[in-house]
């Protein structure tokens, strides 16, 4: 912290003074409000601890006051979590499955790329690990429902999307347009008050 905003911080803390904050989305560029609409309404949740999408897309649940009760978080990397209350289809937890499956078969195929991320692996360990990852991810689906926050790992990127794509179908015309109703907030040109208590 620089030491302006330093002298900053303590001025606001002193006796008496009183701030507020606002958020107006068309302060933002294009593209950031854009992907921060986008994020929402299709209830795929991504970016990183430090990522801007996120931070928006946090700040805009606080201001409706409300956030969509299913959704995907696509993550760096092979990860990906899914957040979801209630129980899925078998049907659907079998087509996931399958995709699993596919990406296990995938990803030994590709042990010569793969195995630079580890340190000295041979292949009869790699495909242990490997299979290893398919049980876990495999018990996780059976638990959905059970918690409402879980993750699996994957792989190969499209069919890592085509399991998001697949989960949120999950949701309800009336969870799609709740999803649809908050992003809308960031097409309004006003000046939105933010709670004092919002975490920063």
Not at 22 to 30: A, G, S
Not at 86 to 97: L, N, S, Y
Not at 110 to 139: A, G, H, P
Request: hydrophobic share 35%; net charge positive; charged share 25%.
């Amino acid at each position: 912290m620089s030491r302006n905003m330093y002298e900053l911080a303590r001025q606001l803390q002193s006796p008496g003074v009183q701030t507020t904050a606002t958020f107006n989305p068309t302060r933002l560029t294009k593209t950031l409000r854009n992907m921060a609409r986008k994020s929402i309404a299709s209830g795929k949740h991504s970016g990183g601890w430090s990522s801007k999408t996120k931070q928006i897309r946090k700040l805009i649940f606080v201001l409706a006051g409300e956030t969509p009760v299913i959704h995907a978080k696509p993550e760096h990397g092979p990860y990906v979590s899914f957040v979801s209350p209630r129980d899925i289809p078998q049907a659907m937890k079998d087509e996931m499955t399958g995709l699993l499956e596919a990406d296990c078969a995938l990803t030994k195929m590709n042990f010569e790329t793969e195995k630079k991320n580890y340190y000295k692996i041979t292949y009869e360990d790699f495909v242990k690990r490997v299979d290893e990852t398919l049980d876990t991810n495999k018990q996780r689906i059976k638990e959905v429902g059970g918690s409402n926050h879980y993750s699996l790992i994957i792989r190969n990127k499209p069919l890592r999307e085509q399991l998001v794509n697949l989960f949120l179908t999950l949701r309800t015309p009336e969870e799609v347009a709740l999803a649809e109703r908050i992003a809308s907030l960031l097409d309004e040109n006003k000046e939105f008050l933010i709670p004092t208590t919002h975490n920063f």
